[in-house]
């Protein structure tokens, strides 16, 4: 498909597009059933004070609990998928809204359950369990509520925690719209004088070229654009970290961090350790920045320089035909199994594919896998773009095998255990790619790829839950986010990370302004841990471990049955200490020495 003009989203081929009446036949049938969840808050009330009373009436509370959160989840994915697909477009704008409103409504109605689940005598419950065995699918629900005893207030109060939910992510929806609906940038320029359409979603391509004046363009006229609007932007992640710490506090833990870190079970010093790991290992980091400036062959290296390959003359189109093919050929170590559900994922239009006018930038899966799971792209036919395939491919099927094998109150993992499987994936394809060639300059283009991977992932995903944590910290210290505070920050960290051989270009401080991770609530450092685990788990399988696929697949089947430390265990890792961490740096150190032996 033709990507030198941007169509707009009714010129893109149906092939290209995701089938969403696979969730709602059409807009008709999501009006008709967000009327009919208008009954919900009802039904569910009409428990509140009674769930202590019997093990049939617990039962029945959680069965409706089900009910209405796979319909709620059914309705939300439409309208957030429909509404992504073009941001521009208001009549999605205000399913999304509907939607979200309808979330809240059900949301405010549950919130006397926490508290008297935690009211439940533990003998009651052991009671409960004997005489309606149906409830042991509910244990762990139970447990991960019960677990959180301290931090649950009185029904009354929680009625009103839930009732702030639309508020609560008014930060991240105006930024988001801003940064994707509104924001126009101008053109970046090659060394003929061309102009190249510059949006959120091309930008990453463009820093990928050879012609460094297109680099350079792109670079300055992405920030020059950001930079106007660094206040607003500012003021955007000062709400947003506002709205953690009174959380964190209304819900009595000692900070944002723990109040993100303990509902999904992960140990804070897990995040506090990534951090320590990495600085322990700024040396193989400055050694690569080092090689690239060699192999670039430039006097002064830039920050638009590190995204280029290092041996540009073997960088090559990848048609999406191509990248698919490639994707299923390099994951057939994972069995036929998994190659049969992605095919049905590439043939069954899970996925949106190309951008388009108004378009949401980036990639993701939905999460969700009811019916089944959605993957938005904005391909390329880059080598990058079949990386992404494979990554978002990953989450894909990892909520398909979750969902196809847990009940539904145990189909989402959490955050913490949702990069592994993307990242396995990408894992796979390296080494795939590299068993196919001899050429060192197509190696040292591969090598240079997973390089790159390390760094985007491990170092600079490190680098940004680094930064979070900072104005996480900022926030707490009752300090406002300003805008030359932020840039300030990054620009220190920006040095720490990359080290003395790189050029600390003055728009690169602005950098946080235009990153929506640091939206998602101590999100990113997962990333980092995930790509750890996940090169653990891909050596199992690659080195033939007899065990090895069937562990992973029961890890990808694990939902959210046990605590994400466990179940990687179940994989073949242990993250509670720092031996992936530090594993995953040493193979960085050895792919930089073969690098620099092919160089």
Known sequence: MDQKTLPKRSQVPEEFTWKLSDIFENDGAWTAEYEALAALPERIAA??????ESAETLLAYFRLDDEASLRLEKLYNYAFLASDQDTGNA??????GKAISRLVAVSGASAFAAPELMAIPEERLNAFFADEPELETYRRPLERVRRLAAHILSPAEEALLAATGEMTGAPDNISSTFRDADLKFPPAVDAQGAEHPLTNGSYGPLLESADRVLRRSAFENIYSRYGEFKNTLAAALDAEFKQRRFFATARKYPDTLAAALFENEVPEQVYTSLIEAVHANMDKMYRYVALRKRLLGVEELHM??????????????????EAKATVLEALSVLGEDYVALLKEGFEGRWIDVYENEGKR?????????????????NQKDTLDSMYTLAHEMGHALHSAYSCKNQPFCNSNYVIFVAEVASTCNEVLLTHYLLGKTEDKARRAYLINHFLEQFKGTLYRQTMFAEFELMMGRMAEAGETLT?????????ELNRLYFGPDMVQDEQIALEWSRIPHFFYNYYVFQYATGFSAAI????RILSGEPSAVDDYKRFLSGGCSTDPISLLKIAGVDMSGPEPVNSALQLFGELLDEMEQLT
């Open 47 to 52: 428990f509140q004070g009674r769930l202590g």
């Open 91 to 96: 009549v999605y704008q205000d399913l999304k």
């Open 304 to 321: 638009y320089d590190v995204y280029t390959p290092i041996v540009p003359d073997v960088a090559e189109k990848i048609p999406f035909e």
């Open 361 to 377: 930038s980036g990639a993701y899966s939905s999460g969700s896998a009811w019916p089944h799971p959605y993957v938005l792209l």
């Open 483 to 491: 805008a030359d505070a932020l840039s300030e920050k990054y620009r």
């Open 536 to 539: 653990a788990i891909a050596n």
